[in-house]
């Protein structure tokens, strides 16, 4: 992706949050700022991150090491007899280890630079086209917003954000990754509780490597005193299938003979295929409820099966309201699109994006994807013409799968008193989340 148009899918969803005037509260947040955690991954180089460290802070590598046994030597049928196999005897065995990295846990000490108060951040979904990873920096930058970490590590909190070595390996894997952490910081003899805070898809994770270990009876081993999941998408992301269709009919339409010969079309190309090859990872077809793929289904069977954290406090807050929709119009909205016909071939030379309300127009966190694809299109160098309605914003994590279905599934929901964007750090969730931790976390 190129800066500008880095540049730009940022500005979509921060530019509306500016912050005119600082006013802090008793717990020194920011009783002004919302600022919502942007969807788009945007990283500075890795180096870039000394620059927002602490003295109180390093770096855990989260991976986990397993031996097998394996014929390093086979000999014909007939042979020494060891083990049929291959259609062969093996005639020597070794043990190898091999190990398997899930994640990086940044560990941000309170002033004690003591490891006694654990509050471990799991990363949300950060979409990209790039294979570069979500920066500490990037992360403790889009969590501290009206000074939430601050405020934490200032009351003797550690702050340990986890981020994804593989994100889209699915929601079950990442989840061991996250297990391996809780078991690390168990074996620490000065952590006192744990606490986990989810954010979006990280509190799908979080949800399922904490109920599991509260169906073997090991959370109190593990010392986690309480769960917050922050717009969870439990039962799925209302992501528009009409995108994800037109950027493959437009992959179809391309003339891959005339193409060759631009470098812009070369280039365009290959952004399509990115965004293709995204939408078919694991972890995409898991969350996303719209393109009615069997992994989505099979991760709410898994969810089902493991159940709700039930042993210990957990709190749930949605960025959707209780009962207000998007307020968009009821009907079908259209953008259109004109194809540049030098690169395009076959079929008509519109093709359209169309809304569906009884999806988009609900209650939920909302995002803007059909802004955000026209305006990926209208970057392109090459001349397609849109006819963009603007303002077609949709529920994105709606309400009812922020709570799975239920208030009852959490000791205490927090709802938004009207819509915000999916990701939004709004003072009163900060406030919550702080208050939350001092009433449980010990």
Not at 291 to 303: M, P
Request: hydrophobic share 30%; charged share 20%; net charge neutral.
């Amino acid at each position: 992706m190129s800066s500008g148009k880095s540049l730009l899918l940022t500005s979509l969803f921060l530019s509306q949050f500016a912050t005119a005037t600082t006013i802090l509260d008793e717990y020194h947040l920011d009783k002004e700022s919302n600022s919502a955690i942007n969807l788009f991954h945007n990283s500075l180089p890795e180096s870039n991150e000394l620059t927002t460290r602490s003295n109180h802070s390093n770096i855990w590598n989260i991976s986990i090491t397993r031996s097998e046994t394996v014929c390093t030597e086979w000999v014909p049928e007939g042979g020494s007899p060891r083990i049929n196999s291959r259609g062969g005897w093996c005639a020597s065995w070794e043990e190898i280890e091999y190990t398997t990295k899930y994640g990086t846990a940044n560990i941000y000490r309170s002033g004690d630079n003591i490891l006694d108060k654990p509050v471990v951040v799991v990363q949300p979904y950060k979409f990209s086209l790039s294979d570069t990873n979500y920066s500490a920096s990037d992360y403790y930058s889009d969590v501290n917003n009206g000074g939430l970490l601050s405020s934490l590590r200032t009351a003797g909190y550690d702050v340990i954000l986890y981020r994804y070595d593989k994100q889209d390996s699915g929601v079950t894997y990442n989840a061991k990754g996250l297990r391996r952490l809780l078991e690390m910081l168990k074996d620490v003899n000065t952590v006192t509780s744990t606490s986990v805070v989810g954010l979006s898809m990280g509190g799908v994770v979080s949800r399922y490597a904490l109920a599991k270990l509260e169906n073997t009876n090991e959370l109190n081993d593990y010392k986690i005193s309480t769960f917050i999941s922050f717009d969870a998408p439990y039962r799925g992301i209302n992501f528009p299938k009409t995108i994800l269709d037109t950027t493959h009919s437009l992959l179809d339409k391309v003339d891959t003979t005339l193409c060759g010969l631009s470098a812009d079309c070369r280039q365009a190309r290959r952004e399509l295929k990115s965004i293709i090859s995204k939408m078919n990872t694991l972890t995409f077809k898991e969350l996303v409820f719209t393109i009615g793929s069997s992994r989505h289904d099979y991760l709410k069977s898994q969810l089902n099966s493991v159940g709700h954290v039930d042993s210990i406090p957990t709190l749930a807050l949605a960025n959707g309201s209780r009962n207000l929709t998007q307020g968009y119009p009821t009907q079908k909205q259209t953008t259109y699109f004109k194809l540049y016909r030098a690169w395009y071939n076959g079929g008509s030379k519109y093709f359209r994006i169309n809304t569906k309300p009884s999806l988009d127009n609900v209650n939920g966190g909302y995002a803007d994807f059909y802004q955000t694809f026209s305006n990926m299109i209208m970057d392109q160098p090459h001349p397609i013409t849109p006819y963009v309605f603007t303002g077609q914003r949709h529920a994105f994590v709606p309400s009812s799968s922020a709570i799975d279905g239920n208030e009852n599934n959490f000791s205490e929901v927090l709802f938004a008193d009207s819509n915000e964007a999916h990701m939004t750090l709004s003072y009163p969730k900060r406030y919550k989340i702080r208050q939350w931790l001092d009433t449980y976390q010990h």
